[in-house]
């Protein structure tokens, strides 16, 4: 699959049912990875990822510099420090909602392996990092997100409430996960303002509406790379942005 590179792009939210207004699409036949000379971070083992093309990418958010977006750097372990779409950067946005619900909120460096995680509640995301003091790794992991009752539309579109996993601060990091949503506004992986979430070597299915495979908006900074996402339900594309925008870089995978 090509390299696809989206920045600040900023849509409306649509209620489930109706056709995206904008939405971010893969393209086809043709690679954007060399757009405005970017290549994604490296893999979050400090190897760089594939379609590389023998550039070295800039790393993983350790403290390292790399060759960044449109000269910016990427973002930085949270440490006070900025990065694309971080601390009031260009399409950050203050949250909407008052507050999240979630299964498991972090606010601390945690480490997640091998572990069964499941949201079954209204409106609920599975996992919450939301603490510029927080790297959250989870390996090897299974995320559900099942929910009936879920409504989905413009909090899941813009800031990510029901989300099966949601950054709004700090870093989440998932890496040969399954993720599996069933309810409306079931994003599989979301990016909000000041959070910046790394996909690796995973696999994401959704089923309902304004459920996005990886999503990012109100300035929220994603990459991914080599998932394999599918999606059905409406304004659900597997790649998705919305209101404000953000950061996503794609490296591979099936879309």
């Known amino acids: ?80 420090q900025g990065g694309p779409g971080m601390g009031g950067g260009p399409g950050s946005q203050s949250s909407g909602v008052d507050s999240y619900e979630a299964v498991q909120t972090y606010e601390e460096d945690t480490v997640l392996e091998g572990e069964e995680i499941s949201s079954t509640g209204t409106d609920e995301n599975a996992v919450l990092v939301d603490s510029a003091d927080a790297t959250v790794t989870i390996t090897d992991s299974n995320v559900t997100r099942i929910s009936s009752d ?17 950054a709004t601060d700090g870093t989440l990091i998932a890496d040969n996960c399954e993720i599996t949503t069933d309810a409306s506004g079931g994003a599989g992986v979301f990016a909000y303002g000041d959070g910046t979430v ?41 790649i998705r942005s919305d209101r404000g925008g953000g950061t996503m870089v794609v490296d591979g995978g099936s879309y």
């Open 150 to 166: 879920s409504t989905g539309g413009d909090n899941a579109s813009f800031y990510g409430v029901g989300a099966a996993l949601l």
């Open 198 to 238: 790394y996909a690796v070597d995973s696999t994401i299915a959704t089923t309902q509406n304004a459920s996005g495979g990886i999503h990012a908006a109100g300035g929220g900074t994603l990459y991914a790379w080599n998932l394999d996402v599918t999606t059905d339900g409406g304004s659900a594309a597997a």
């Open 1 to 80: 699959m090509p390299n696809v590179t989206v920045e600040e792009e900023e849509t409306e939210a649509e209620t489930p049912g109706e056709e995206p207004s904008e939405e971010t699409q893969k393209p086809e036949g043709q690679s954007s990875s060399g757009q405005n000379g970017q290549q994604p971070p490296e893999m979050p083992d400090g190897q760089s990822g594939p379609g590389q093309n023998g550039q070295q990418p800039p790393q993983m958010p350790d403290g390292q510099s790399g060759p960044g977006q449109n000269g910016q750097q990427p973002p930085e372990m949270p440490d006070g």
